[in-house]
């Protein structure tokens, strides 16, 4: 059974960073694209970031681009992502997911497993 288990939420003021990791148990996905997508109140969920497989190619959106960064370590099966300069309107519940394909795309539909969610809230 795959799980992801996402960790590294928390509560941070305004131009603070945290960084996010993300855990993939029950088999290795060495060959699977990995993102990250989040879910504000009342929001769809929207990508955030996504990986290659091997790490060789990233993708961001563009609210985030420049401040967050994307990595993974495929060894450990875990897929980083580390927020700097946070905004208050980066608060959300973040999930990770493992693509379907290696591309890093940023569609919802590109994915196939996802986490349950860790949440980060930046305080003005």
């Known amino acids: 059974q795959v799980q992801l288990a996402e960790s590294g939420g928390g509560l941070v003021q305004t131009g603070g960073s945290l960084r996010l990791s993300c855990t993939a148990s029950?088999?290795?996905?060495?060959?699977?694209?990995m993102g990250w997508f989040r879910q504000a109140p009342g929001k769809e969920r929207e990508f955030v970031a996504a990986?290659?497989?091997?790490?060789?190619?990233?993708n961001f959106a563009g609210s985030v681009k420049g401040r967050f960064t994307i990595s993974r370590d495929n060894a450990k099966n875990t897929v980083y992502l580390l927020m700097n300069s946070l905004k208050p309107e980066d608060t959300a519940v973040y999930y990770c997911?493992?693509?379907?394909?290696?591309?890093?795309?940023?569609?919802?539909?590109?994915?196939?497993?996802w986490g349950q969610g860790t949440q980060v809230t930046v305080s003005s």
């Open positions: 997911a493992v693509g379907k394909m290696r591309y890093a795309l940023s569609a919802i539909s590109g994915y196939a497993y």
């Open positions: 990986v290659s497989w091997n790490g060789g190619s990233t």
């Open positions: 029950g088999r290795t996905f060495t060959s699977n694209a």
